[in-house]
């Protein structure tokens, strides 16, 4: 997948989706532009180039649908969404907003929500996959933030290129994305089995 930025990405993802896993496919949303200065605003940080192209391809899924498109249940937000999700975090951790009890560079751990983190793709309950934009050679990086622990520990992905290279070439080759391999159920759905 060298050389493949973001879009051709998602779009290579998509088109598989659609081939392969028609109601995945299905549940995801046509992409509508988001407003990138009043996101950065909001979250106070500069948006990478890889996060403003995610947000002008994918248009996550319609509310409570779930597309795991992202290993190993996780499906994608929309600009939309991640803001929502954001926000959520912001009323939840009000108390530790400020000062979170996290390391300060990017790729680090931390047991309260940062604001510098940004979600990409939920689970449906309160898991996320964010993108850490805190600074620091690992900015970019994506995490696995854990609700019921309230922690992240270690990336998972060097940044959402990273991300989607490793989740086509587990679509196309069968290999593993992170700890996870991707399967189609029987009614046309990707689901990502840990092994």
Partial sequence: MIGMDVTELWTKIVLWLGEHA???AAALRPPS???LAELEAE???DLPEELRKLWTCCGGTDTDVLADVLP???T???ADE???AWREHRRTWMARWERPACDYYAGSPGSSFHPAWIPIAG???ADELVV???PGPLRGCVLEWEQETAQVLRPEWQGVTTMLSDVYRALTEGVPAGHSYATVTEDGRLDWQIR
């Fill in 22 to 24: 028609p109601v995945t």
């Fill in 33 to 35: 532009p988001p407003d």
């Fill in 43 to 45: 979250f106070a940080v």
């Fill in 72 to 74: 190993p249940f996780y």
């Fill in 76 to 78: 994608p937000y929309s």
């Fill in 82 to 84: 991640a803001l929502r």
């Fill in 123 to 125: 689970d449906g309950f």
């Fill in 132 to 134: 850490d934009l805190r």
